[in-house]
């Protein structure tokens, strides 16, 4: 998916009685990530330790002993899989959607439209937001759903930030059928030209996922103390990153919005104020 930068990583904010299952549960899926992302393994390397990485996962979700090749990873997990319950199929979907990042860029293969984009982000995004909800205690349709709704966000965030640095490793995110609408193809959008088209483009990239980012917003107001707060500050960072996305338009074509440390005080006041 992304490198975690959204997950609340047992700071300062978070329930001091859920830091470690959250911290288990972000090892898991940072390192899952790095083994999709990182390095110089070729993809068929990636995908074989993608795999032994989800049979351990099982194994030790069956009560089996943690092996010795990721350790760190889940001797913790193993207790806190057991300890919390947590629904086992929402860390399989997250290995299924970096399996899919894999064979993607292998094959530079795009995402047809807006429909397939989503199936991946409910795989790749959406089963944080369900895992930290379960240690919250959270679990009815509407919570669940305005979480897949900020997670989804997060995810075309982070698309959208990185389209300079995805679009030359052949990462195509951007839903053909939205490129096409404009006359655009892969291969314009690759050149990196700004043109009215592309300005627009990224404008309505945008816009999407600040529409999924307000309609998860009022989860917020559910969460109880430092979680809500927590959670308030996400989703601020993420609409930040969309207000330097708007300013920058087409430019995100060759250059990467980033929150600075300036933006904290606009985060904060925001937060207060939702």
């Not at 047992?10 to 549960?25: G, H, K, T, Y």
């Not at 940072?30 to 990485?53: H, K, Q, V, W």
């Not at 409910?122 to 900020?150: C, E, F, K, M």
Request: hydrophobic fraction near 50%; proline fraction near 8%.
């Amino acid at each position: 998916m992304t490198h975690y930068e959204n997950f609340p990583v047992a700071s300062w904010l978070c329930p001091p009685a859920l830091r470690a299952p959250i911290a288990a549960i972000y090892a898991f899926a940072r390192t899952a990530d790095d083994i999709a992302d990182e390095g110089d393994a070729p993809p068929s390397g990636r995908l074989a330790d993608l795999n032994a990485f989800e049979t351990e996962l099982l194994a030790v979700a069956g009560g089996a002993a943690p092996g010795t090749r990721w350790p760190e990873v889940f001797a913790p997990l193993a207790a806190i899989l057991k300890r919390h319950a947590l629904p086992l199929p929402l860390l399989t979907d997250l290995l299924s959607a970096f399996r899919q990042d894999v064979e993607r860029t292998r094959s530079a293969e795009p995402y047809a439209d807006r429909a397939a984009l989503l199936d991946y982000c409910r795989r790749s995004a959406n089963p944080v937001g369900r895992l930290l909800l379960h240690l919250y205690g959270v679990a009815d349709a509407q919570a669940l759903a305005q979480s897949d709704a900020i997670c989804t966000a997060l995810q075309l965030i982070n698309f959208w930030q990185d389209l300079s640095v995805d679009l030359p490793r052949q990462r195509w995110y951007v839903p053909q059928a939205d490129a096409a609408a404009l006359g655009l193809r892969a291969e314009d959008l690759l050149a990196q030209p700004r043109t009215p088209a592309s300005d627009r483009l990224v404008a309505e990239l945008a816009g999407w996922a600040r529409r999924c980012m307000v309609e998860g917003a009022p989860l917020v107001h559910r969460l109880p103390g430092r979680a809500g707060w927590e959670l308030r500050l996400v989703v601020q960072g993420g609409l930040r990153v969309l207000d330097k996305i708007d300013k920058l338009q087409g430019a995100c074509l060759t250059q990467r919005p980033r929150i600075r440390a300036w933006d904290a005080p606009l985060l904060l006041a925001r937060a207060v104020a939702m």
